[in-house]
């Protein structure tokens, strides 16, 4: 029995056994489910700031957690090892909810301020990273999501409740660069500006050499941001070439400057990574 994910823009329709173009989700009997569930790949206590968030308990731990799978295909991904397995190909370690939620607690002598899904696209494991924020809720910590903001509306309005904080990836400014990338741009600015409404929230864009790194495309992603509030952090991220876009080098550490300062003209608060 055919059957259509509703949880991001692709709509994937799937035949039984079928899994998406995430490699995550999957018909099973008719429903889509996600087969990553519980399978945590990476599991690592973190500075908060390695999120990154700058400005959401400074100085803080946090829980991370991440497993396989990714509704986009950006090339120069950083994780794609990852993101772009599917099931078997890696190895996993079973964690509950409840057993995140334990641990998260556990650590709360270290530092820990609660659980942090990230590493992959946690939003494509969505009923467990729902499920792990309700447990950790529970017992009074904090929840963190670092996702590329691909994510329908419906459902991203239902998670928003249980999260405290994100980190959510604007990775360019056209809907040319978003279309090569297999996203949706203004899926993603929608999916931040709801965001703003109900916790904090910090921006990450990656600087790609002769992609997304123009001062006119700066300065227009900026002065949207500062629409929803000048105030959101955004973190100008410096590109090295990984996966599949080794043809170029790295960010130049001055253009990385130079962009920030262009981005302050509309944002309270830009921060440069990897210089």
């Known amino acids: 029995m055919k059957t259509t994910c509703e949880l991001c823009f692709h709509r994937c329709s799937l035949d039984e056994g079928q899994t998406g173009l995430c490699r995550a989700r999957a018909n099973r009997g008719g429903a889509v489910v996600p087969i990553n569930y519980g399978k945590a790949v990476s599991l690592a206590l973190d500075p908060i700031e390695?999120?990154?968030l700058r400005r959401f308990h400074p100085g803080s731990m946090i829980l991370s957690v991440g497993s396989f799978g990714c509704n986009l295909r950006c090339p120069f991904c950083q994780n794609h090892e990852i993101?772009?397995?599917g099931e078997g190909e890696l190895r996993t370690e079973d964690i509950s909810p409840e057993a995140l939620a334990a641990l998260a607690e556990e650590l709360a002598p270290r530092g820990n301020i609660g659980a942090a899904y990230t590493y992959n696209e946690p939003l494509v494991g969505y009923e467990y990273?729902?499920?792990c924020a309700q447990a950790v809720h529970a017992r009074g910590l904090c929840n963190v999501l670092v996702t590329n903001g691909t994510i329908a509306e419906a459902p991203w309005r239902a998670l928003l409740a249980h999260i405290d904080a994100a980190n959510i990836d604007l990775k360019g400014f056209t809907d040319a660069w978003y279309k090569r990338l297999g996203g949706d741009l203004e899926t993603v600015k929608r999916s931040i500006a709801l965001a703003a409404e109900h916790c904090h929230v910090e921006v990450t864009t990656l600087l790609i050499p002769g992609e997304n790194d123009s001062e006119d495309e700066i300065r227009a992603l900026s002065r949207w941001?500062?629409?929803i509030s000048p105030?959101?952090?955004l973190h100008l991220s410096r590109f090295f070439p990984r996966y599949r876009m080794t043809d170029r080098p790295p960010t130049a550490v001055e253009?990385?400057?130079r962009l920030a300062d262009a981005a302050r003209e509309a944002l309270s608060y830009v921060y440069t990574g990897n210089c």
């Open 50 to 52: 390695k999120k990154p």
């Open 225 to 227: 941001l500062a629409g």
């Open 83 to 85: 993101s772009m397995a």
């Open 129 to 131: 990273v729902r499920d």
């Open 255 to 257: 253009s990385v400057y």
């Open 231 to 233: 105030d959101i952090p």
